[in-house]
């Protein structure tokens, strides 16, 4: 059986990113509804960000989301943070929401709008430099909508180019996250549809290019805990994206809609020892939460994580080593399901107190009059949501 010390040793290092986007305003293409106390700038982002760091000691960095969360100066935002106890975490450049960008940014037959786009990536990589990032987080939304529309394999040339002239531009220390996604907002091709066009863009240019794995952007029934394996197996799993789905991108909280998977994907992260900071696989969220409260959605999300974690930390390897060897299909099985339907509540909350937090964060954050104090306090001026 697992130590227990050791288990609560990699629980107590494990680390969450939270996303600058799930704080502000959000919805579907139907309706946005607004909530009160929202943050009105990449500043207040980072006050509430800290809350949810605060509570569960496991979410100390923050994705940024550029032009969302533009600013004058990134190295007050950087020093913010610092001062917060936090540090920003990815850059994500936005390529998917001017004009310019209707038949695609990167993959975009006009070279015009081409070089606009890739001057965009560069200067993400020059926000980097400014606030310490490590990670370069590139979605594409480019893609047909009809067959015809473009040149499929001229848009794969176009991609290629525009991400060697990114990752040309990045520093030793620094990596490029190619994320994929299946459809949507092109309904007919993406140009970077599935983790294999990933994979292979990412081969291309060399080491510090990895797959960023978004659990949300899959066909349904895709076993993902495989892309998982195999891509740690490479040395390209650079991170994740983490959020649930029923139908399609749904990016609702980590491990409501299916904690198994999320359980199954975390004992491939366990068996490859790549829990650990040195594997640099990034763990971050990627979530909307356009009806319930955000900052208590997020702490709900991280411990979410911690549990499917505690969980995969908790297989007896060795067992589960022995019953393959021995081919028993169904005990070694059983190992898994042993682990998964262990309560792991308590011994996180251990965990916790352990380092001097509360036992339940939620609890412990409706007690702290936080969200009275923002929704007191944030009644000027304009919310953040997607998009401002
Ligand atoms: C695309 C995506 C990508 C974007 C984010 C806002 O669906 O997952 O990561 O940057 O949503
Ligand atoms: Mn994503
Ligand atoms: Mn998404």
């Excluded at 529309?149 to 002239?165: F, K, N, T």
């Excluded at 979410?304 to 070694?332: C, F, I, Y």
Aim: contains cysteine; glycine residues 8%; aromatic residues 8%.
């Amino acid at each position: 059986m697992p130590d227990r010390n050791t288990v609560k040793a990699a629980l107590t290092e494990q680390r969450i990113e939270t996303p600058s986007w799930a704080y502000g305003n959000s919805g579907t293409r139907f309706k946005t509804f607004a909530q009160e106390g929202i943050p009105r700038d990449p500043f207040e982002k980072l006050d509430d960000a800290a809350q949810v760091h605060r509570f569960t000691g496991a979410a100390p960095s923050v994705a940024l989301h550029i032009p969302w969360d533009r600013v004058d100066d990134y190295s007050a935002l950087g020093e913010h943070a610092r001062s917060l106890g936090l540090r920003l975490g990815a850059i994500n450049p936005n390529t998917f929401q001017e004009e310019e960008y209707r038949l695609g940014s990167i993959c975009n037959p006009d070279p015009a709008v081409r070089a606009k786009a890739l001057a965009h990536l560069l200067e993400c990589v020059d926000i980097m430099d400014t606030t310490g990032s490590d990670a370069l987080s590139l979605w594409f939304a480019d893609g047909l909508n009809y067959p015809g529309q473009d040149c499929i394999a001229e848009r794969q040339q176009r991609l290629s180019e525009a991400l060697r002239a990114t990752y040309g531009r990045l520093g030793e220390h620094q990596r490029m996250l190619l994320e994929y996604k299946f459809f949507e907002p092109a309904f007919y091709a993406t140009d970077v549809p599935d983790w294999g066009t990933s994979y292979a863009h990412c081969a291309d240019l060399g080491e510090r290019a990895q797959v960023l794995v978004d659990t949300g952007h899959h066909a349904p029934g895709t076993n993902i805990e495989f892309i998982v394996a195999f891509l740690l197996g490479r040395g390209r799993l650079g991170g994740f994206h983490f959020n649930s789905r029923f139908y399609a991108d749904d990016d609702l909280m980590v491990g409501a809609a299916d904690p198994f998977q999320l359980f199954r994907i975390m004992h491939e992260i366990v068996r490859a020892g790549a829990l650990q900071d040195s594997a640099n696989v990034a763990f971050m969220l990627d979530q909307c939460h356009n009806l319930e409260p955000k900052i208590p959605a997020l702490i709900r999300s991280v411990l979410n994580v911690q549990e499917a974690t505690a969980k995969a930390l908790l297989v007896d390897g060795d067992a589960l080593a022995r019953a393959q060897r021995d081919g028993d299909v169904l005990g070694s099985n059983a190992v898994l399901m042993d682990a998964y339907n262990t309560d792991v509540r308590p011994l996180l909350a251990e965990v916790r107190e352990d380092a001097g937090i509360a036992p339940d964060p939620i609890a412990a954050y409706h007690r702290s009059g936080y969200a009275e104090k923002i929704i007191a306090s944030r009644k000027d001026g304009t919310p953040a949501g997607w998009g401002a």
